[in-house]
């Protein structure tokens, strides 16, 4: 596992929460048996998937990665990974079948896309920003001069508004968040979230701020990873609140490295150092996690960061296991059939009634077969339970 810049535990967190889960087979669809839900949860945890790329395996072919670092979902549900070690960004489609990569990074920890397709990436190590087409073609440079500082110090989180418009920069080692707004076709430098240079604890200060993510509503979220919380801000960078501290119990955190906001405008932290994901509201009340130290499919190595698709599909990106583990809410299979219509009736077994039915079978014209027992028939009805014949 590559060593962090920023400042990361340096033993493997305890483990805090009970996550193991078993999948029963259906002939439609993979159904979880049990996974217990965390102390105080309000919700049960997603319920896994597969994995991209092999665990415990560094690799540099196509969908292998090694000590991956950011990912983001287009628009068009093509997933960008930071593939920092590999000093590229891959390209996936959303069922992770693999489609490119881009090269030409220097440790690559950051990426972001906008509505249009173009990616934004945190080129970490060449302190800079690389603002590209969908077609890989360089459309902007920024490397922080116009931001009154000499330079980006290891930028690394980046997220963009859905326009385009509007981009924000972690400059981690700089201790600050930078917001550049597009005009005429140039990204200017319009304001900084802290103090450039300085870390601090209060309100809209940060020490090695690591993550960064906008909510449908603008709102922007930012990991401030070695105070151990998440700060909240409106889209011009005004604060709002905050939450979390150190510690492993519900709610707290031990280096946080990641943050996305999901279409609801939930907030999910990769909580790095503990080895688990964590959900909250808007407002940063506590709704479940899951996930600890180790390998497996509910074991993470350091996850530095996650994204979540429009369907509610969860990416983890596991770092120090150099794989992404995918998952789905558990709501997607817990939900409940919905009745649409009945028909039929005991009666006097006439055509239509229903008496002691035992078999039933649907042909390619949608017409419904029904054996009845008691008189020894099948009936055919419509799809909407309309009599046809016996």
Not at 5 to 18: C, D, E, I
Not at 156 to 164: C, L
Not at 187 to 214: L, S
Request: one cysteine or more; hydrophobic letters at 35%; a negative charge.
């Amino acid at each position: 596992m590559r060593l962090f810049r920023r400042p990361l535990a340096s033993h493997v967190a305890a483990v805090r929460v009970s996550a193991a889960a078993a999948l029963i087979a259906t002939s439609l669809l993979f159904i979880p048996m049990h996974h217990p839900a965390p102390l105080l949860a309000d919700e049960e945890p997603p319920v896994f998937v597969e994995l991209w790329g092999v665990e415990n395996s560094e690799g540099s072919a196509l969908g292998e990665f090694d000590d991956l670092s950011g990912i983001s979902v287009g628009a068009d549900g093509k997933v960008y990974v930071a593939d920092t070690d590999n000093n590229r960004i891959q390209i996936f489609s959303s069922d992770g079948t693999s489609l490119d990569q881009w090269t030409g990074f220097n440790k690559p920890e950051g990426v972001a896309v906008d509505s249009a397709g173009n990616v934004y990436v945190a080129d970490t190590d060449n302190h800079r920003v690389a603002v590209l087409s969908s077609t890989e073609t360089v459309l902007h440079v920024l490397d922080g001069h116009d931001a009154g500082s000499d330079n980006f110090q290891y930028p690394s989180g980046i997220a963009v508004a859905p326009d385009g418009n509007t981009l924000y920069i972690a400059d981690t080692y700089n201790h600050c968040v930078h917001i550049y707004t597009l005009a005429e076709g140039t990204y200017g430098h319009t304001e900084t979230i802290g103090d450039y240079e300085i870390p601090g604890t209060g309100n809209g200060q940060f020490n090695n701020p690591y993550g960064v993510a906008v909510g449908p509503d603008g709102s922007v979220y930012v990991a401030d990873t070695s105070n151990r919380r998440i700060q909240k801000f409106d889209a011009d960078g005004g604060y709002v609140t905050q939450w979390g501290e150190y510690g492993q119990a519900a709610g707290q955190f031990w280096d946080p490295a990641g943050v996305a906001v999901d279409s609801e405008g939930n907030v999910w932290v990769a909580d790095t150092g503990n080895g688990r994901i964590q959900k909250f509201t808007a407002s940063g009340v506590f709704i479940m996690t899951f996930g600890q130290g180790g390998s497996g499919p509910y074991h993470f190595s350091g996850p530095d960061d996650l994204a979540v698709m429009s369907d509610g599909t969860i990416l983890v990106e596991d770092s120090g296991n150099h794989c992404i583990k995918v998952y789905r809410p558990a709501s997607f299979y817990a939900a409940p059939p919905v009745l649409l219509s009945t028909w039929g009736s005991s009666g006097t077994c006439g055509d239509g009634d229903l008496c002691n039915p035992i078999s039933i079978a649907i042909d390619e014209d949608g017409y419904v077969f029904v054996g009845n027992q008691n008189n020894r028939r099948v009936q055919k009805f419509t799809g909407s339970g309309g009599f046809i014949a016996t």
